[in-house]
């Protein structure tokens, strides 16, 4: 039934919490979706942003979302919570 | 009827305000398609100007434009902002 009704295709992505301490695997067909699983995964209720976690983009149109590859790493923030940088941020080798 | 127009292709991009407080992702065609919508997604009203992030480059031709990468970061500015060097500027390896 995939098949026949050619359903747009689940990548893997990694999202984690604001603080970092808590990161899931999740499988999402776009950005909305992403948004369903995310709130049921990390137990988020409010309305929630979705951003790179590299760099704090906030990611708000499917289009968008369609051009990030599979297995990038988001922060999902509830309303209130800030992005910060990753800890080893300026050190990139 | 993506390929019966032809119609341009729209490319991810990246944009920061003033402060780097905020950041979102965005898809153009080109400069005053992202201008546009820089406006409407950064809730910037007068008139804009696009820089590079990095290093304050000011973008005014589309001929330019479209020389820049997919995922380049821009800075907008309203009258009156002045771009700022990154932080971290400096310790890039």
């Known amino acids: 039934s ?13 999202v984690c919490n604001w603080d970092r301490s808590l990161k899931k695997g999740v499988m999402a067909e776009g950005l909305q979706n ?3 699983k995310v ?10 942003s ?6 704090g983009t906030v990611i708000e149109t499917e289009e968008f979302f369609q051009t990030v ?3 990038t790493l988001f922060m999902a923030l509830e309303k ?4 910060t ?6 050190f990139h080798l």
Chains 1, 2 share one sequence.
Not at 85 to 90: A, D, F, K, L, V
């Open 39 to 48: 709130q049921e995964s990390l137990h988020i209720t409010s309305s929630t």
């Open 34 to 36: 992403l948004l369903d």
């Open 2 to 14: 995939q098949l026949l009704h050619s359903s747009p295709q689940q990548r893997p992505f990694r």
């Open 80 to 83: 209130g919570q800030k992005w």
């Open 85 to 90: 940088p990753p800890e080893n941020s300026g």
């Open 50 to 55: 979705l951003l790179l976690e590299e760099d």
């Open 69 to 71: 590859p599979d297995n």
